[in-house]
């Protein structure tokens, strides 16, 4: 497993030292917003073209790592927000506190989008001519919460002590099944009845605002392009970014199990791509970031774990 210490602060940098999983330490300049202003491993090429790709990712994840240390042991915010745990665990909790309907009042346009592309309803954002019919895209919409960052910190923390304090055999309920799936209800149900017990104190959060629906597409080259989000608070750091592709999102009630399943798995890959395992509640398969998922399909590092049929251990569908 990944290992950091904070070597040392200044009045604009942090220093810290990360043994990486091959027992490899990587020695880290990071300034307080999460850029890296100076790395040096003496087992790995100093230049990313002399890296494999295996080496390369090792390198990738000790720098996520670094900068989520440098999150859970210092007051500073290097994280993108929807590249932070907690934000994304917090939002996971948001939206699995309201009804199918509210969640469809919220995420009306992405709902609509992707039903667009199985039922003959308006498509409220226009794809751009440069994507083909049945191409894959990815739908993004960021979310923002009622809360500040210390209110949100420890949300993962949070949810698993719910899962554990809820019921030894929380985690063996979930199902095997489709995209679409309730399989994850049972859990979400038992923590939820162990919230009510006045001697487990499980924090709510609320949405406050969503972007504008964005689409992201590839090009014949393979280069990536964004059309339409924005409009969300420009000032703020998002809790969350929906990405996903054009799926029958079905019911009110099947979305909403599809939207809080993609919250489980985007946890997941946060912890997969620094080179950790992520907290067990949160061992499930299914779509989660897109990046990673990229990842997933095309390395040899990691098992496929966005594929529900996937056989790893500890995961289910």
């Known amino acids: 497993m990944?290992?950091?210490?904070?070597?040392?602060?200044?009045?604009?940098?942090?220093?810290?030292?990360?043994?990486?999983?091959?027992?490899f330490e990587h020695v880290i300049e990071m300034e307080f917003d999460g850029e890296i202003k100076y790395w040096q491993a003496e087992d790995y090429p100093e230049k990313e073209s002399d890296r494999t790709w295996i080496e390369d990712e090792h390198c990738a994840q000790t720098h996520k790592f670094a900068r989520y240390h440098v999150y859970r042991e210092t007051d500073h915010d290097p994280l993108e927000g929807h590249w932070n745990p907690d934000r994304v665990a917090a939002t996971l909790m948001a939206l699995w506190q309201l009804s199918p309907d509210r969640v469809v009042d919220i995420f009306g346009s992405f709902y609509q989008q992707c039903r667009s592309h199985h039922e003959d309803v308006t498509r409220p954002l226009e794809l751009p001519r440069a994507v083909d019919d049945g191409q894959t895209v990815i739908y993004e919409q960021e979310v923002y919460l009622d809360a500040d960052l210390d209110t949100i910190r420890g949300a993962v923390d949070a949810f698993g002590d719910g899962v554990a304090a809820s019921s030894a055999d929380a985690l063996t309920e979930l199902s095997t099944g489709s995209l679409l799936s309730d399989g994850l209800d049972a859990l979400f149900d038992a923590v939820q009845a162990h919230a009510v017990d006045a001697e487990f104190d499980f924090p709510t959060f609320e949405i406050a605002d969503t972007s504008e629906l964005g689409v992201m597409y590839y090009d014949d080259r393979g280069r990536s392009h964004r059309h339409g989000g924005g409009g969300g608070p420009s000032d703020e750091k998002c809790d969350a970014r929906l990405e996903l592709p054009q799926v029958d999102p079905g019911s009110p009630e099947e979305f909403r199990s599809l939207l809080l399943r993609h919250l489980v798995c985007q946890v997941r890959d946060f912890y997969i791509v620094m080179g950790e395992d992520p907290p067990p509640a949160f061992r499930v398969l299914g779509l989660g970031k897109h990046a990673p998922t990229q990842g997933y399909r095309t390395g040899d590092l990691y098992p496929d774990y966005y594929d529900f049929d996937a056989d790893i251990p500890g995961y289910r569908a």
């Open 2 to 23: 990944m290992d950091g210490l904070i070597t040392g602060e200044n009045d604009e940098r942090v220093g810290i030292s990360v043994i990486d999983n091959n027992e």
